[in-house]
């Protein structure tokens, strides 16, 4: 389970999920996994065939417009998948 609780469900298996505002998470995620990686932003970019400018702009918290294939790309690059769910509103 999540440290808030929440969990999701995959053909792997259930993985732990921090519920969040998904383009946070996500630039989150991308600059955790790129330091536990060692790698510069440089090298994330040449990794995955995406500009540098990309990179700065996807790992930067208030950024609002990651397109899926571009996150593929870099969760590739950073030796990962990328997981997209779609939920309930809650009220």
């Known amino acids: 389970m999540g440290p808030n609780g929440v969990t999701a469900m995959s ?5 732990p999920m921090i519920e969040s505002d998904g383009c946070q998470d996500l630039s989150w995620q991308l600059r955790r996994l790129r330091g536990e990686l060692g790698i510069m932003q440089e090298d994330l970019a040449a990794r995955s065939r995406t500009a540098l400018r990309t990179i700065k702009r996807y790992e ?8 899926i294939i571009v996150s593929e790309r870099i969760a590739k690059a950073l030796g990962k998948r990328l997981v997209v ?6 009220p």
């Open 85 to 90: 769910t779609i939920e309930d509103e809650t």
């Open 60 to 67: 930067h918290p208030d950024y609002r417009g990651q397109k």
């Open 11 to 15: 053909s792997q298996g259930i993985h």
